[in-house]
Every structure is written in structure tokens, then in C-alpha cells.
């Protein structure tokens, strides 16, 4: 049940979700302009990659893509700049008690890997949603995993232990770059 | 007359082109490949943005766009990681002797100049295709001709005299990472 002034009412207590929205990219991109805004970082959401097929020009001014199909992403969602580094990261959600690699592509994770091995921030930020709760992993922790397990889902319980939980705020609704202080800036 | 090896006759001398391609686009993008392949930088082109409106479900694992828009971009075409630092461009032809600003969207320039301020690098790469020359002008440059002029379009002599020219080479074929250095890394 949510209260249209967007208090939530869990078991007694209320909990203020400011402007939270429904999904974890639409929270990240109302972090994004709030950092933009603020001129603490300069950090976008690229395009869907789409490799369009057909184009109808009805006017001179206008035209129509009538034909285009999804392409397999080569990079991550999310990238720019802050505190003069290259900053990387893949966002995603989840509704169960792990994370399926499968929900990233193996293009996507070399390059984090590769962003990292170049001197940038590199990272994953995975929301486990019946949880609530949203973690940033380091690139070098996936790479752990991938090469220590077998499992082709990453258990919460491993974010718990090597990601860093990123609070919910009311601005921004992801302090993400909190935590990137914490980790790559010793802040 | 293009000749299919790659050489190009013009008043009776023989060019050499190599892979080169039709265009500053294919070409960055050749070039954007081999300084991944060479682990040099981590540079890719930005998806064409699009505002998606309707797609068609054909069957469980193919999904196709039938109605989608050209957006307008918030950013430039390329951004990537180059020795540890954040580089962020636009890149653009001009057929005639000067590059008309109505090429490059304000919000565009705004972005260039943010990520300056944040430490970055971020320039634009015009090619005259008359002229076939290639120039880096850094963000800088671009901002002054803004601030003190009241041309719509910038002179191909304002690139000779503030930005430098990019040799065509065999590989990569735009060598703007060699600017770059030569700018930026003192190299």
C-alpha cells in the first residue's frame, strides 16, 4: 500500500520515500541529475543500442523509425565522470535471493574489467528488490567470484559480505557516489 | 574513382588509404577498435538516442520496434577511459570551409565544458571533408570562439590556428590519441 504523499506503511511504522520511484533506474537517474545539478559529477545513462532497420519521413522535419531491433549492449548502462575519474558501473535488479549472471552479459563484465585494469572506477550496483536493498560491488569482487565459484547466480549473501550497502535517501534517492567515496577516495 | 585495393588515383598520383572508410564515423570507429584490441583506451560511440513508443513481441525471444523517434542528445557521441583519465568527445564532418555551430546542440557544448571543468578531457574532431583534414580542437578553444565571436560557424582557419591537425594514418586511422598526448600527457 502506498500513501500518495509517498509514505509507505510497513508493520506499524512509517517510512518517508521522498521521490523514490519504482525502479532502480529511475532512482538512479534522478540521482544522476541531482549529481549533475549540483555539479558533483557529470554521469549518464547511455541509449538502448538498437540497430534500426527501417526510417519513414513523413515531413521534412520529422522522422519515424517504423523497423529496429535490440542489440546485444557491448558496454555497461552507466558512465562520466567524477572527481576527474572515469567513472563505469551496470545497474541491475533482482527479485530473489541472488543475483543470475545471466542478467549480465559476458562483454558487459570484461569491460568493467577493463575500465578497472585502465585506472577507472568500475562496479556493479544490484538492488535485491523483496529485500529492499541495494549494494555496490567492485569490479575486482565479481572477478573473485567468477573465478572462485561455480554457481551462476551471485547470493546475496556475498553482496552482504564484499559489496558495500548504499542507504536510500531522499536526495540523492542513491547516494552511490557516498560509497565511491568510501572505497576509491578514502572519504 | 575508388579503386578496390583501397588506392585512390588523384591528378596522376596514387594515394595510399588503406582500410580507410567513407566516413569520420567509420573511422573513429575502426580506430576506437584497434585502441581496444591494443589496450590502449577503452573508447566507444554512444547509441543513437531514441524515444521507443511501440514494439511488437513476433515471438518469446525476438522483439521488434515498430515505432520509435529520433531524441535529441544530452551528450556527445564518445566518451572512454585514455591513461586513467575520463575523455569525452563529439565528432563531425563539414563539407565547406568553415563547421557551422548548428551541427553541435548547445547542450552538447554544455557537456564538453562540464567535463573540463571536472577534470576530463574532452575536445571536438571536425573533419573538412574538401580539404580532407582532420582537427582536434580542445573544449577551450571552443568556449573562446563562443565568447568572442558572433559567426554561426567556425573558419576552418580558426582549426589551423587554435586546434591541430590529425594525420591520416594506416593504423589507427585517426591517430587522435597521439594529440591527445601531445596536449594533454606532454608526449
Redesign the interface.
Known sequence: MKHPMGIKKTGGHFIQYGNRGMTLESDLSSSNLYY?EN?I??I?K?????S?CKVDYPSRM??????????IP??TDY??????????FEAKETKGQSFPLANIHKHQIV?LQ??E????ISFLIVRFTKEDQTFLLETKFLTKFLKEETRKSIPLSYFQQYGVSIPSRYNPIVPYLKIVDQIYFGG
Chains 1, 2 share one sequence.
Open positions: 549533475l555539479d559529477a557529470v549518464y547511455k541509449p538502448t543500442p538498437l534500426i520529422e522522422a519515424v523509425i517504423k523497423e529496429a531491433y535490440f542489440k557491448s558496454t558512465n562520466g565522470i567524477y572527481k576527474g575519474k572515469y567513472i563505469d569491460h577493463r575500465v585494469k585502465h585506472g577507472g
